[in-house]
């Protein structure tokens, strides 16, 4: 490869990571201006977004060269889905009623660290010295910005938001080491663009069991912000990162995608005026140190 496209995958990669993060920020920004609940959030997210996926789907199905899922992969393809975007969000935009923005980023980058846990049960995958060294580093980062964020301004949902993301974290995590498995078979693109139409018929059905058919409606600052989450933290940088990896491998892309918590923070900083705090940059500084250790060694 030569370093034109090395560096257009990096920046493809990096955009990617950056865009994510915004996540947080946009669903911070409408809680905001209105109540709203979660599912409803997500439903006005994914509305916005699954005609994307749709079409990407359909394109890669009418492909000459496409082969087609077995009934196995089908199965482990909506499963994965409804696990990773549905279930795992959902938690998320919870989560997120109760923490600041930066430690549900924090918290939720987390991930790697449970996908090599649920490695070492689910598949006897042994933990090297290494990788519980920084487990331990991973863990103390999160919990120096759970103490400085208890310390500007606890209240007594911050443990359920905690949870809440925590159980993002975890799900995701089982989302990442199926999709280990399953990817591979099937390709990325066609893996996301699947995974995320069947997310879409459970946000949707449990939006209806929830809400009844009666349309909803509103304010258009709502609208607009839950808009500009699915094209922005959804759509987008799914692709920029499907094609990163492409480019410059999962391992580089992982590296990459470590900037989110720090983006996270100075967004959140900029758009929410959260206060960027001594206890943020350095649990933040530990849990990145951790997260990279264990990509380094599993590489």
Same mark, same amino acid.
């Given at each position: 490869?030569?370093?034109?496209?090395?560096?257009?995958?990096?920046?493809?990669?990096?955009?990617?990571?950056?865009?994510?993060?915004?996540?947080?920020?946009?669903?911070?920004?409408?809680y905001r201006v209105e109540a709203i609940d979660a599912i409803s959030m997500l439903a006005l @997210?994914?509305?916005?977004?699954?005609? &994307?996926?749709?079409?990407?789907?359909?394109?890669?199905? @009418?492909?000459?060269?496409?082969?087609?899922?077995?009934?196995?992969?089908?199965?482990?393809?909506?499963?994965?889905? *409804? *696990?990773?975007?549905?279930?795992?969000?959902?938690?998320? =935009?919870?989560?997120?009623?109760?923490?600041?923005?930066?430690?549900?980023?924090?918290?939720?980058?987390?991930?790697?660290? =449970?996908?090599?846990?649920?490695?070492?049960?689910? &598949?006897?995958?042994?933990?090297t010295r290494t990788q519980a060294i920084a487990l331990g580093i991973a863990y103390a980062g999160?919990?120096?910005?759970?103490?400085?964020?208890?310390?500007?301004?606890?209240?007594?949902?911050?443990?359920?938001?905690?949870?809440? +993301?925590?159980?993002?974290?975890?799900?995701?995590? &089982?989302?990442?080491?199926?999709?280990?498995?399953?990817?591979?078979?099937?390709?990325?693109?066609?893996?996301?663009?699947?995974?995320?139409?069947?997310?879409?018929?459970?946000?949707?059905?449990?939006? =209806?069991?929830?809400?009844?058919?009666?349309? @909803?409606? &509103?304010?258009?600052?709502?609208?607009?912000?839950?808009?500009?989450?699915?094209?922005?933290?959804?759509?987008?940088?799914?692709?920029?990162?499907?094609?990163?990896? @492409?480019?410059?491998?999962?391992?580089?892309?992982?590296?990459?995608?470590?900037?989110?918590?720090?983006?996270?923070? +100075?967004?959140?900083?900029?758009?929410?005026?959260?206060?960027?705090?001594?206890?943020?940059?350095?649990?933040?500084?530990?849990?990145?140190?951790?997260?990279?250790?264990?990509?380094?060694?599993?590489?």
């Open positions: 490869m030569n370093r034109s496209d090395y560096a257009l995958g990096y920046a493809m990669a990096l955009t990617g990571a950056m865009m994510f993060s915004a996540k947080a920020i946009y669903v911070k920004l409408i @997210r994914m509305a916005f977004a699954l005609p &994307f996926y749709i079409a990407t789907a359909v394109y890669l199905y @009418r492909r000459t060269d496409n082969v087609k899922l077995t009934p196995m992969q089908w199965g482990w393809v909506a499963a994965l889905g *409804l *696990l990773g975007y549905y279930i795992s969000s959902l938690l998320d =935009f919870m989560g997120l009623a109760y923490i600041s923005a930066g430690l549900e980023r924090l918290i939720l980058f987390l991930y790697p660290t =449970f996908a090599l846990l649920i490695g070492a049960m689910a &598949f006897k995958r042994k933990i999160m919990l120096v910005v759970f103490g400085g964020d208890v310390r500007q301004d606890w209240n007594p949902g911050m443990i359920t938001g905690c949870l809440l +993301v925590l159980g993002c974290a975890v799900t995701y995590a &089982f989302y990442i080491v199926g999709g280990g498995e399953v990817i591979p078979k099937v390709g990325s693109m066609k893996f996301t663009a699947y995974a995320l139409c069947f997310a879409s018929i459970g946000i949707f059905a449990q939006y =209806f069991v929830t809400h009844g058919a009666e349309v @909803r409606h &509103f304010s258009g600052e709502t609208y607009w912000l839950c808009f500009q989450m699915a094209i922005v933290s959804t759509v987008i940088p799914t692709f920029l990162t499907s094609e990163g990896i @492409r480019k410059i491998g999962p391992g580089n892309t992982a590296i990459v995608t470590s900037i989110g918590p720090v983006a996270t923070i +100075v967004q959140a900083y900029i758009f929410l005026g959260e206060p960027v705090t001594w206890e943020q940059l350095a649990g933040t500084a530990l849990v990145l140190t951790g997260v990279l250790m264990i990509g380094r060694k599993g590489k």
